[in-house]
């Protein structure tokens, strides 16, 4: 059954550059808020399971009427002082990453030094075909005048900021700047703010609710009013005072007991998060990096609330009044099933056409077939668990900005007659794989208040915190990676500046573009002549370009 009414894919790159014609240092607006922070400015825990060479990045792109003169659209003098009176909440943003080399303790040093602004411009219209080549594209199912990511300047990465994740060897220190903001003004006179922020201080809420920060103060510049939030973010990270222990019990206990799930690295030098590290680190160094791998697409799916309402019919438990699962769930699922199925298509294909030299053939057996799995993600940050904003007590907060996001990951059970819930991914009924993900996200072990503040306390006693590591390698072969924004607000008026945003998304970079990887959206609103698209989730979607092809169905012949 398919539950897609739309799909919309394209190459993003153009001929045409984006050019940056200015870079500014950005410091907070009252210097004495600089005196109210720690300096050094220790991280917490929680900010110790982050990569530290991977930025969260989104762009947010606002069209210009027709009626406002083009220096008057979001003018760059009053977004730099939004900026910086944000700064006053969010001081610490001002330093720069610092990882002790002794023993792998994060912090932020340097405050003041400054976030970064750049002023850039693109010689063409926003539109929705920026160049001619995409013209091919519009035959296809579900192809719109819309604008979405992947059809503006490179995917969207050429209206972010560069990243430079390197360190100085000696001091530890990060060189780049935790927060960068990119301004880009198309020929039309409309406007994409790209920003990055480094996700070792941050995880997704953190940034959309720090953009959301900006943008209030931002309209209250605009009405000469005084740039203050009505609520403050709380900054200071959970467990950051205890991030060292000088009890050698439990740093021996620690060493020797990781949690459920984690493992004690040899080497310090193999940094938990080591793997998204090498990742970013050899899609950073060079423009040709993604050439040495497979190559990759990236495909819009999107799910109306009625093809979510099917999807969860489906992902249920048959005649179990008591069962029931989320959309979320249903939806991953559905997509981590679909994938497996193009991949498995794919290998049997290539051992078909090896074999016998012609294309047909059944699909491998799962002896000859990587074990596909699954990494997602639960934020503990939220007042039905930790509550690390206070927002239950009355702390008077708006939200929790560092880090509080711990994995949940797992493998297809073997499709074994002596395991009870063993199926097989690739034709298991869709409420099976449902109900694993179900149990997964909610079993004790790995996903309590208990397990989490344990794995937190496990951190703070490592004799060196580059010690920890997952025990899973989120690169492996069949992996499958969600991360869900759909519950964000990207949309409306907490994300408008001048005027309220029509595009508000990640944008596809070279650091996520590898196989298996999906996000979640909560799709925005549309123009009339797509308003049966009008709700529901958008799904960002990249994968191998040559499974891709056998999404919808057993291609018979690709040969050709």
Request: net charge negative; hydrophobic share 40%; glycine share 6%.
């Amino acid at each position: 059954m398919s539950y897609m009414t739309a799909t919309t894919s394209a190459p993003g790159n153009t001929d045409t550059p984006v050019n940056i014609a200015a870079t500014h240092v950005i410091d907070v607006a009252n210097p004495k808020t600089l005196k109210h922070v720690p300096s050094p400015f220790r991280l917490g825990p929680l900010d110790h399971f982050a990569p530290t060479g991977a930025p969260i990045d989104v762009v947010y792109v606002y069209q210009k009427p027709v009626h406002v003169k083009t220096k008057d659209f979001i003018p760059i003098k009053r977004l730099r002082a939004a900026i910086s009176h944000l700064l006053n909440y969010y001081p610490h943003l001002t330093g720069r990453l610092q990882v002790d080399p002794s023993n792998g303790v994060r912090s932020i040093t340097k405050l003041g030094m400054g976030a970064s602004l750049f002023e850039a411009s693109y010689d063409q219209p926003l539109s929705p075909f920026p160049d001619p080549r995409f013209h091919q594209y519009q035959h296809l199912p579900g192809w719109s005048c819309d604008i979405d990511m992947l059809k503006l300047p490179r995917t969207g990465e050429a209206l972010i900021a560069p990243w430079d994740p390197s360190f100085d060897d000696e001091t530890g220190i990060q060189r780049g700047p935790l927060l960068l903001i990119q301004r880009t003004q198309f020929k039309c006179g409309s406007v994409a703010i790209g920003y990055r922020i480094s996700h070792a201080v941050c995880a997704a809420e953190g940034c959309i609710h720090l953009y959301q920060d900006l943008c209030g103060i931002y309209r209250k510049l605009s009405r000469d009013d005084v740039g203050v939030l009505d609520l403050p973010p709380h900054i200071i990270p959970f467990g950051a005072d205890r991030i060292t222990t000088d009890d050698a019990d439990q740093v021996h206990w620690a060493t020797d007991h990781p949690p459920f799930g984690y493992i004690v690295s040899p080497q310090p030098g193999e940094a938990l998060g080591g793997d998204a590290d090498k990742h970013m680190k050899s899609t950073s160094t060079s423009d040709t990096a993604q050439d040495a791998h497979t190559p990759i697409v990236a495909t819009y799916l999107h799910f109306s609330p009625e093809d979510l309402a099917r999807l969860k019919v489906d992902a249920t438990i048959p005649n179990d009044e008591d069962s029931w699962v989320s959309t979320f769930e249903a939806l991953v699922a559905h997509l981590w099933q679909r994938t497996h199925q193009a991949r498995v298509r794919l290998a049997s294909y290539h051992a078909h056409r090896m074999m016998t030299g012609h294309p047909r053939g059944i699909p491998l057996s799962k002896d000859y077939l990587p074990t596909p799995s699954l990494w997602t993600s639960i934020n503990f940050a939220h007042p039905s668990r930790l509550d690390l904003a206070g927002q239950n007590k009355g702390m008077g907060k708006s939200h929790y900005f560092p880090n509080a996001i711990l994995p949940v990951f797992f493998t297809a059970p073997e499709d074994d007659v002596l395991l009870e819930d063993a199926f097989d991914l690739w034709d298991a009924p869709l409420w099976q794989v449902a109900k694993l993900i179900h149990e997964r996200m909610r079993h004790p072990e790995t996903t309590s208040i208990e397990y989490a503040l344990a794995v937190a306390n496990w951190m703070c006693d490592l004799p060196d915190k580059r010690l920890a590591k997952f025990d899973f390698n989120l690169f492996g072969e069949w992996c499958f990676v969600n991360t869900d924004w759909s519950k964000y607000e990207l949309y409306g008026e907490r994300t408008a500046l001048d005027i309220r945003a029509i595009l508000a998304a990640p944008p596809l970079t070279k650091a996520s573009n590898f196989d298996g990887f999906t996000t979640f959206l909560k799709a925005r609103e549309r123009g009339r002549e797509v308003h049966w698209l009008a709700g529901g989730i958008d799904v960002m979607l990249t994968m191998n370009e040559a499974a891709s092809k056998y999404w919808d169905g057993w291609l018979e012949d690709l040969g050709r």
